[in-house]
C-alpha cells in the first residue's frame, strides 16, 4: 500500500507555453525517479548526490541546492509517494478487503528490485527518511480506517471497533516476515493474516477502550 | 525475548589453572560486552574495531582475527544471545503467556540504550548480523512453541492450530510499530497483541492448513 508512484507528471499544455511550475516539477520527476532507479539497483550504500544527478541529467550544484542531501532525496521519494489517489480496496467484505490490502504489500515488497523494501531499510541509516517513512505510514492506515467503518456498518465488526488497531493487526505479519524476519513470501499470508485480524475483529478484540489487564 | 545475555560467565575455578578455553571464552565476553557497549551509545555508525577494541582492553589485531570486521561482531553477540537457557512464560493462560512474552520484548526495545533495538537496526547494515538475526528470532519462535502447545493440550486451542503462525500474529505488532511505525511503546499493546492472537486462534485461524481463498 506504499508502493512509490511519480507524483509529478509533467504539465499539460503546449510545450512553448509552460507553466512557471512546469520546469520545477519536471526536474523533480526526474531526480525523484533517478533516485528510485538508483536504490532499486544499488541500494542506500550506491545513492549518492552524484549518481542521483547524473542520471537524472541535472546538475548536481541543483540537487544540492533543492535537496541537501541522500536523505533529503529519500525523504521527497517517500513524500511523493504519500502524494497520490491511492484508495484502499472495496470488496464488500472486510477479510477480503484486508486480502487485498496485504497482497499489495507483498507484491510491493517481494518485487526485484523493491523501491518499498529499500526505503524501509534506508529508514535506518537517514532520519530525514525515517520521518518521512513515518508521515507516509500514517497516511496510509488513516486512509485505510474507511475499510473498517464499512465493516462496522455491514455489522461485520462491533460499534466502536479501534480501526488503526484492528489494520496494525492486519498488516503487521506482513511487515515482519518480510522485513525483519526476511522469510520468502508465504503466499497463504496475505489472507491469513487478514483473516486472523478479521476473526478477532467480530470477536471484540479490538473495541475500546484496550484491555488493561487479565 | 531476543535479549542478548553474556553467554561467557569467566570460568570457575583457581586463577592460576585455568582451564584453556579459559582465556579465549574471557576475551569474547570482553569483547562481546564491548560491542553492546558502543552500539548501545553510539549505534552502528559509531561501532569499529578499533573502538571495540579499546574498550575491551584486548589488541585490535586480536579482533580482527577472531572477528574480521564489525558485521562479524554483530552476528557474534547475536549468536552468543542465543546461546542462553531461555524458556517462555508459562502462565497456565495462553493470553497471560503472550502477554508476557510481548512484554518481555517492548521492555528489551524500549531500554535506553536499546541493545535489541540497535541490532535489529544494524541487521539492515550489514549481512553478517542479518543472517544471524534470522538465527536467533528462529531459535527464539521455536522455542516459544511450547506456549501453543500447553494451549493446545489445555483446550484453549484447537488441535493442530500452527505454533508459529499463531506466535507471529501475537508479537508482530509489537515489532511493526516499535521497529518499523517508531511509535512510543504502547502499554496497552502487549495484553492487546495477546488477545488478538488467542481469540483468533480459539476460533480456529491458525489450523492447518492455511486458508487457501475467500
Redesign the interface.
Known amino acids: 500500500m506504499t508502493t512509490p508512484a511519480d507524483p509529478d507528471p509533467q504539465p499539460a499544455g503546449p510545450p512553448t507555453r509552460r507553466r512557471p511550475g512546469g520546469r520545477t516539477a519536471r526536474v523533480r520527476a526526474q531526480v525523484l525517479d533517478a533516485v528510485r532507479a538508483e536504490l532499486g539497483e544499488h541500494g542506500y550504500d550506491g545513492l549518492t548526490v552524484e549518481s542521483v544527478a547524473a542520471r537524472a541529467g541535472v546538475h548536481r550544484a541543483t540537487v544540492y541546492r533543492r535537496w541537501g542531501d541522500v536523505g533529503g532525496l529519500l525523504a521527497d521519494v517517500l513524500d511523493a509517494a504519500g502524494d497520490d489517489d491511492w484508495r484502499p480496496p472495496d470488496t464488500a467484505?472486510l477479510?477480503?478487503d484486508l486480502?487485498a490490502l496485504n497482497q499489495e504489500i507483498q507484491d510491493a515488497m517481494s518485487a526485484r528490485p523493491s523501491v518499498m523494501a529499500a526505503l524501509?531499510?534506508a529508514s535506518?541509516?537517514s532520519e530525514k527518511a525515517?520521518e518521512a517513512?513515518?508521515r507516509l505510514?500514517e497516511d496510509r492506515y488513516t486512509r485505510c480506517e474507511i475499510v473498517v467503518a464499512r465493516a462496522v456498518a455491514r455489522g461485520e465488526l462491533p460499534p466502536r471497533t479501534d480501526a488503526r488497531?484492528l489494520l496494525?493487526?492486519a498488516?503487521?505479519?506482513l511487515?515482519?516476515?518480510l522485513?525483519?524476519?526476511?522469510t520468502p513470501p508465504d503466499p497463504?499470508?496475505p489472507?491469513?493474516?487478514a483473516?486472523?485480524?478479521a476473526?478477532?475483529g467480530a470477536?471484540?478484540?479490538?473495541t475500546e477502550p484496550?484491555?488493561?489487564?487479565?
Open positions: 467484505s477479510e477480503d486480502t524501509i531499510a535506518f541509516r525515517a517513512q513515518q505510514w488497531r496494525i493487526a498488516t503487521a505479519p511487515y515482519h516476515q522485513v525483519l524476519l526476511r497463504h499470508l489472507r491469513s493474516a483473516r486472523t485480524a476473526l478477532a470477536a471484540g478484540a479490538f484496550p484491555p488493561s489487564g487479565p
